[in-house]
């Protein structure tokens, strides 16, 4: 258990490290999708069955695929040359470091994050599946976000076709 | 080798992904490698979320409210990725390109 996690933690990370290395941007995106299948792998660990499947059908399946498409259509080339911009470099490494030491100074301080995966309790009747539970929710506690999102993506779909139009009128 | 996970374990790796993904956001030139960073970090606060409910127990059960907010979350970043990409691709058609550093008519 303890094993696998480090293995698939280890590729979630190397998979993001990826992405912020490789010169060209098609090998960016496939370190991503690395990426995305560890953090899947995570997620089924934490025993969240559907998040980790819908992680890797919205993100690795269709989002990436869609970046891979653009990347395509729009030909980009690889930077030629690694010049980073040296005061972005320094307050990229700045910011990520004070955001680490705060990460360690909180988690060293308070003692919640050192509970161990508390087991559940086995299942009990055909509808006590996780898909089951945010099914539930989400179409009794959470109906209004749900009608919110959907007209978002209205909104998302329109504003595209609005935007690829080759000129507006 | 065999001691449990604990949350920690999995709120480190949520943080080191986030500062990897803020890094690329500062540090990348190209426009759609820093949207694909900007995924990264999102991605990252999805596994808080769910670590989060998992060690919530409630009646021997996972609080499943985390799950619900990540969902939200999964069908908004769809949403932004596709705007994102129209207007990026808007973008190469008017000044052929996708580098940050040379879209900077409005910066003088």
Not at chain 1, 59 to 85: H, N, Q, T, W
Not at chain 1, 100 to 129: F, M, Q, R, W
Not at chain 2, 36 to 64: H, I, K, W
Request: charged residues 10%; hydrophobic residues 60%; contains cysteine.
């Amino acid at each position: 258990m303890t094993f696998l996690f480090y293995i698939f933690a280890a590729l979630a990370l190397f998979g993001g490290m990826g992405v912020v290395i490789c010169r060209n941007p098609v090998s960016s995106a496939f370190s991503m999708v690395v990426s995305f299948l560890g953090l899947a792998a995570l997620f089924i660990q934490l025993n969240a069955y559907l998040v980790g499947i819908l992680q890797i059908l919205v993100y690795a399946g269709a989002i990436m695929v869609l970046f891979l498409f653009i990347i395509m259509l729009l030909d980009v080339p690889k930077e030629e040359k690694r010049s980073f911009p040296i005061l972005g470099g320094l307050g990229a490494f700045a910011i990520a470091g004070a955001f680490a030491l705060l990460l360690v100074s909180v988690l060293g301080k308070s003692d919640i994050g050192s509970a161990t995966i508390p087991p559940i309790e086995a299942a009990s009747g055909p509808g006590n599946t996780d898909v089951h539970r945010i099914g539930e929710l989400l179409f009794s506690q959470y109906w209004f976000p749900v009608q919110i999102v959907g007209i978002l993506l209205l909104v998302a779909t329109v504003g595209v076709v609005v935007l690829s139009k080759k000129e507006l009128k | 080798m065999e001691s449990a996970l604990t949350l920690n374990h999995f709120l480190l790796v949520s943080g080191i992904l986030f500062a990897i993904g803020l890094a690329g956001v500062l540090l990348r030139r190209n426009l759609i490698v820093i949207f694909m960073c900007l995924e990264l970090m999102l991605s990252a606060a999805n596994l808080t979320l769910v670590a989060f409910s998992r060690f919530r127990l409630e009646d021997g059960q996972p609080t499943y409210d985390g799950h619900v907010l990540l969902f939200f979350i999964i069908t908004v970043a769809a949403a932004e990725v596709a705007v994102g990409l129209a207007i990026i691709v808007a973008l190469f058609r008017s000044r052929e390109t996708t580098d940050v550093t040379k879209v900077n008519t409005m910066k003088y």
